[in-house]
C-alpha cells in the first residue's frame, strides 16, 4: 500500500521552529522529485517548497524563502521540513507529496497532512 | 493571488453536468499539461486528472479534462453527491529549468 504520512505538526509561538517529517512506504521514492504543499483554515492549496531526486536542488515559495528549509534522506525515505522564524500566517496543514512520473508530473501521490499552529 | 484562475463556486444537481474553467498564461498552462485535484473537505488532495484528459486508475470516466491555449476545464458529467467536494487546477509555471509548481485558488462544488 503507497503511503505518505507526515509528522511533526503542532502548537508552536511566532518567531518560534519545526521540523515536519514525511516517510514513504510502498512507493518508490529515490530519483522523485518531492514537495510540500500548505492549506491555511478555510483556503486553498499553496505550494511550498520542493526538492529534487538527489536532493541537491530545491526551490521555495517567496512566502518561506529564507526560514524554510526542505531536505531528504533517501536510506530512509524521508523529507523533512524545517521551518524557522515560524509566523501566524505559516498556521496551516502542510502535505507532502511525491511527483507522479519523476521531475515533471507534478504532485501525485500525496499524504494526508500535519497541521502547524502558529499562535502565542 | 494565483497566477491561474478558477471560479470560486460551482453547482449542479444530481445526473447534470458541470464544467469548471482554469485560466492562466503562456507561462503556465500554455506550456506544461494541466493536473486536477479534487479534496473533499477534512481528507488531503486526490489526483483527479493529469496531463490534461489522463484519469488515474480508479477515477470513474464521469471525470474528463481538456485544454485549449491557456485554459483548461475539467467536466463531470451524471453529477453524483459524492462528488461535492472542492477542485483544484495546477500546473507548472516559468522557464524549464525554473518552473515552480502553482495551484489556482479551487472552486467549491455543491450538488443541490
Known amino acids: 500500500e503507497v503511503q505518505l504520512v507526515e509528522s511533526g505538526g503542532g502548537l508552536v509561538q511566532p518567531g518560534g521552529s519545526l521540523r515536519l517529517s514525511c516517510a514513504a512506504s510502498?512507493?518508490?521514492?529515490?530519483?522523485?522529485?518531492l514537495y510540500w504543499v500548505r492549506q491555511a483554515p478555510g483556503k486553498g492549496l499553496v505550494w511550498v517548497s520542493r526538492i529534487n531526486g538527489d536532493g541537491r536542488s530545491t526551490k521555495y515559495a517567496d512566502s518561506v524563502k529564507g526560514r524554510f528549509s526542505i531536505s531528504r534522506d533517501n536510506a530512509k525515505n524521508t523529507v523533512y521540513l524545517q521551518m524557522n522564524s515560524l509566523r501566524d500566517e505559516d498556521t496551516a496543514v502542510y502535505y507532502c507529496a511525491r511527483d507522479r512520473t519523476g521531475n515533471t508530473g507534478g504532485p501525485g501521490w500525496w499524504g494526508r497532512g500535519t497541521l502547524v499552529t502558529v499562535s502565542s | 493571488q494565483s497566477v491561474l484562475t478558477q471560479p470560486p463556486s460551482a453547482s449542479g444537481t444530481p445526473g447534470q453536468r458541470v464544467t469548471i474553467s482554469c485560466s492562466g498564461s503562456t507561462s503556465n498552462i500554455g506550456s506544461y499539461t494541466v493536473n486536477w485535484y479534487q479534496q473533499v473537505p477534512g481528507t488531503a488532495p486526490r489526483l483527479l486528472i493529469y496531463g490534461d484528459d489522463q484519469r488515474p486508475s480508479g477515477v470513474p470516466d464521469r471525470f474528463s479534462g481538456s485544454k485549449s491555449g491557456t485554459s483548461a476545464s475539467l467536466a463531470i458529467t451524471g453529477l453524483q453527491s459524492e462528488d461535492e467536494a472542492n477542485y483544484y487546477c495546477a500546473t507548472w509555471d516559468g522557464s524549464l529549468n525554473g518552473r515552480d509548481w502553482v495551484f489556482a485558488g479551487g472552486t467549491k462544488l455543491t450538488v443541490l
Open positions: 510502498g512507493i518508490t521514492f529515490n530519483n522523485y522529485w
